[in-house]
């Protein structure tokens, strides 16, 4: 039996000739900001390749909805959640000023995100997609990249050449887990949202090199991998404390770790800044009414969706090359975190 030969796609086109997948989609679309002889080189390839685009790439632009989907990942499918209000305010600010409506998508599971793209690609359903929880390799952003779909994300992923604004995680973990290690902790834990996504690498590679930088030997059983939920945090600190790993410090890659943690370590008769010191990610609101209140660091999120509109509007405007902007976090230092007992 013949095996099948597979159809080249625009990636292997875009390899081939040595251009960037927007660039080629751009080219093969008709796009006036594209030289005549890019043009030239990449319609004369795609015919060597024998490559066709399918027919959502072909008659994307056809028509103009006037509309921006921003889709809501699991688990920010709650409307009380800052995070998510503070940016959708920024976002519809800028874009009701140029024309456009902002339309709000929610999935429950990667699966499902996928699913909602493809049916917003495909049927016309809108002219650009906003969403986050970015992961290293992120089949939403191959499938977005492929067909010359518009889109910018809150997050990144281990290619990083697509459109994306960001807190700088690195920087963001360097920095707590400095403070700690000033504070003079030497056995400081890092209780990781879920691997699954980029922004926990960055965090986790901003603290293993504070340590590394302060001599400090990394010990992996310091280092534990939350769920999402109100009682992760907690879980990891009293397998942390009954396992004998004993840590003086925590640093938690978002607040509902971190105030998790501080409840249990409360329970283990440990006082949080005093036996303990914690520090979060997120700066929610109830983070300022913990008890203590817990370090945290905070982040314009109306600035981000500011910014983030411009980015798609830039992108339906023509501009071509990756937009990118990585956005300082700022401590905010409360009573969570003290010196080492």
């Given at each position: 039996m013949t095996e099948a030969v597979r159809r080249p796609g625009i990636r292997d086109l875009a390899a081939h000739v040595g251009l960037s997948v927007s660039t080629v989609s751009r080219a093969l679309n008709g796009y006036a900001d594209v030289n005549a002889d890019t043009r030239r080189k990449v319609e004369e390839a795609a015919e060597r390749l024998g490559y066709r685009a399918s027919f959502a790439a072909a008659t994307l632009r056809s028509a103009q909805t006037q509309t921006v989907t921003f889709m809501v990942s699991k688990p920010w499918t709650k409307f009380v959640d800052p995070f998510y209000l503070g940016l959708l305010d920024g976002v519809e600010l800028v874009l009701q000023a140029q024309g456009y409506d902002l339309q709000v998508v929610m999935a429950r599971e990667y699966e499902a995100e996928i699913d909602i793209i493809r049916r917003t690609v495909e049927r016309h359903r809108s002219d650009a997609l906003l969403f986050g929880r970015?992961?290293?390799?992120d089949e939403r952003i191959d499938y977005l990249q492929a067909r010359g779909f518009p889109f910018v994300t809150v997050g990144q992923t281990l290619r990083n050449d697509h459109d994306w604004i960001d807190r700088d995680g690195v920087g963001l973990g360097r920095q707590a887990t400095e403070r700690l290690i000033r504070f003079g902790h030497t056995r400081i834990a890092y209780l990781s949202p879920p691997l699954r996504y980029t922004y926990s690498h960055h965090a986790r590679q901003g603290y293993r090199a504070a340590l590394a930088a302060a001599g400090l030997s990394f010990d992996p059983t310091l280092e534990i991998e939350c769920y999402l939920s109100r009682r992760t945090g907690g879980e990891a600190l009293t397998?942390?404390?009954?396992?004998?790993a004993e840590p003086t410090a925590l640093f938690c890659g978002n607040d509902m770790i971190a105030l998790s943690a501080m409840e249990a370590a409360r329970a283990l008769g440990l006082r949080p800044g005093h036996d303990i010191s914690v520090i979060g990610c997120?700066?929610?609101?109830?983070?300022?009414?913990?008890?203590p209140a817990l370090t945290s660091f905070t982040q314009d999120l109306d600035a981000v969706g500011m910014r983030m509109a411009r980015m798609v509007l830039a992108k339906l405007g023509g501009a071509t090359e990756p937009l990118q902007d990585l956005v300082e976090a700022r401590l905010i230092p409360r009573e969570s975190d003290g010196p080492a007992p």
């Amino acid at each position: 039996m013949t095996e099948a030969v597979r159809r080249p796609g625009i990636r292997d086109l875009a390899a081939h000739v040595g251009l960037s997948v927007s660039t080629v989609s751009r080219a093969l679309n008709g796009y006036a900001d594209v030289n005549a002889d890019t043009r030239r080189k990449v319609e004369e390839a795609a015919e060597r390749l024998g490559y066709r685009a399918s027919f959502a790439a072909a008659t994307l632009r056809s028509a103009q909805t006037q509309t921006v989907t921003f889709m809501v990942s699991k688990p920010w499918t709650k409307f009380v959640d800052p995070f998510y209000l503070g940016l959708l305010d920024g976002v519809e600010l800028v874009l009701q000023a140029q024309g456009y409506d902002l339309q709000v998508v929610m999935a429950r599971e990667y699966e499902a995100e996928i699913d909602i793209i493809r049916r917003t690609v495909e049927r016309h359903r809108s002219d650009a997609l906003l969403f986050g929880r970015t992961r290293p390799e992120d089949e939403r952003i191959d499938y977005l990249q492929a067909r010359g779909f518009p889109f910018v994300t809150v997050g990144q992923t281990l290619r990083n050449d697509h459109d994306w604004i960001d807190r700088d995680g690195v920087g963001l973990g360097r920095q707590a887990t400095e403070r700690l290690i000033r504070f003079g902790h030497t056995r400081i834990a890092y209780l990781s949202p879920p691997l699954r996504y980029t922004y926990s690498h960055h965090a986790r590679q901003g603290y293993r090199a504070a340590l590394a930088a302060a001599g400090l030997s990394f010990d992996p059983t310091l280092e534990i991998e939350c769920y999402l939920s109100r009682r992760t945090g907690g879980e990891a600190l009293t397998h942390l404390i009954t396992s004998g790993a004993e840590p003086t410090a925590l640093f938690c890659g978002n607040d509902m770790i971190a105030l998790s943690a501080m409840e249990a370590a409360r329970a283990l008769g440990l006082r949080p800044g005093h036996d303990i010191s914690v520090i979060g990610c997120d700066d929610m609101p109830i983070a300022a009414l913990g008890d203590p209140a817990l370090t945290s660091f905070t982040q314009d999120l109306d600035a981000v969706g500011m910014r983030m509109a411009r980015m798609v509007l830039a992108k339906l405007g023509g501009a071509t090359e990756p937009l990118q902007d990585l956005v300082e976090a700022r401590l905010i230092p409360r009573e969570s975190d003290g010196p080492a007992p």
